[in-house]
């Protein structure tokens, strides 16, 4: 169901309406049903929906995210509507798997207003990046930077926000992914895949991701200009696309 989320994003239908991609998703789930039994959405019951103890998991329909350290704030997003809870749902399921998620769609539709309320719901700071064609790898990851009240000339190393939620089990929203340079995809690719490492050559050394860090991307379909561009197949893989 998970892969099924991801449809409308495949270049395959970019040509298609709404309706087409939604019929095909249908014909989709059908074949699926007749390969693989399961409970529709109109079956689900409360019998059918496995309970997850609410002081340590936030739950939205059948998935269920771990909470995290920081204390909920008091919101003005809510999830009770049909659409939004079903995008909700679709994004907590997608989180499931240990992979980034990649939500796109037109812009306006809401993508950085639900992962910014689901941070806040499950008890995570969420990192905001918003990339742009200048873009650069110490945006994510940090720079030497004089430092504050010290002697003329001294400089120290003072992380990003990408690798400050890496070391503190963080969420981060890469924003308007589709406008970042090769360089800074590149850049990303060591801590998309298995190994979740980044190394820092100024620092010699390399930090791991924290078990509590998740990614987060968001971009507006390419058809809509704007300088953005197709990314490559193979950086597209490393995320689950809802």
């Given at each position: 169901?998970?892969?099924?989320?991801?449809?409308?994003?495949?270049?395959?239908?970019?040509?298609?309406?709404?309706?087409?991609?939604?019929?095909?998703?249908?014909?989709?789930?059908?074949?699926?049903?007749?390969l693989v039994?399961?409970?529709?959405?109109?079956?689900?019951?409360?019998?059918?929906?496995?309970?997850?103890?609410?002081?340590?998991?936030?739950?939205?329909?059948?998935?269920?995210?771990?909470?995290?350290?920081?204390?909920?704030?008091?919101?003005?997003?809510?999830?009770?509507?049909?659409?939004?809870?079903?995008?909700?749902?679709?994004?907590?399921?997608?989180?499931?798997?240990?992979?980034?998620?990649?939500?796109?769609?037109?812009?306006?539709?809401?993508?950085?207003?639900?992962?910014?309320?689901?941070?806040?719901?499950?008890?995570?700071?969420?990192?905001?990046?918003?990339?742009?064609?200048?873009?650069?790898?110490?945006?994510?990851?940090?720079?030497?930077?004089?430092?504050?009240?010290?002697?003329?000339?001294?400089?120290?190393?003072?992380?990003?926000?990408?690798?400050?939620?890496?070391?503190?089990?963080s969420w981060?929203?890469?924003?308007?992914?589709?406008?970042?340079?090769?360089?800074?995809?590149?850049?990303?690719?060591?801590?998309?895949?298995?190994?979740?490492?980044?190394?820092?050559?100024?620092?010699?050394?390399?930090?791991?991701?924290?078990?509590?860090?998740?990614?987060?991307?968001?971009?507006?379909?390419?058809?809509?200009?704007?300088?953005?561009?197709?990314?490559?197949?193979?950086?597209?893989?490393?995320?689950?696309?809802?």
């Amino acid at each position: 169901m998970t892969v099924l989320d991801g449809l409308a994003s495949l270049p395959q239908v970019s040509s298609y309406s709404s309706q087409a991609v939604q019929r095909l998703r249908q014909e989709a789930v059908h074949k699926l049903q007749a390969l693989v039994p399961l409970i529709s959405d109109n079956d689900l019951t409360l019998s059918h929906v496995p309970a997850y103890d609410a002081s340590t998991f936030v739950q939205i329909g059948s998935f269920a995210i771990p909470k995290g350290p920081v204390p909920v704030k008091n919101h003005t997003f809510h999830l009770q509507a049909p659409t939004t809870l079903d995008n909700a749902m679709r994004v907590v399921r997608a989180s499931q798997l240990l992979k980034p998620i990649l939500l796109e769609g037109s812009p306006g539709v809401g993508k950085t207003s639900l992962v910014t309320a689901l941070a806040n719901i499950c008890g995570y700071k969420l990192y905001r990046i918003n990339f742009s064609d200048q873009s650069d790898l110490i945006d994510l990851f940090g720079s030497d930077l004089p430092v504050e009240g010290g002697r003329s000339g001294e400089f120290a190393w003072k992380d990003a926000d990408f690798l400050k939620a890496m070391q503190e089990g963080s969420w981060v929203l890469l924003d308007e992914m589709n406008l970042a340079p090769q360089a800074v995809l590149e850049g990303l690719n060591a801590v998309l895949d298995h190994r979740g490492t980044v190394y820092i050559p100024e620092l010699g050394r390399s930090f791991s991701r924290h078990p509590g860090f998740r990614i987060f991307a968001a971009q507006n379909p390419l058809h809509q200009g704007g300088g953005r561009k197709g990314l490559p197949k193979s950086f597209m893989n490393r995320f689950t696309k809802v």
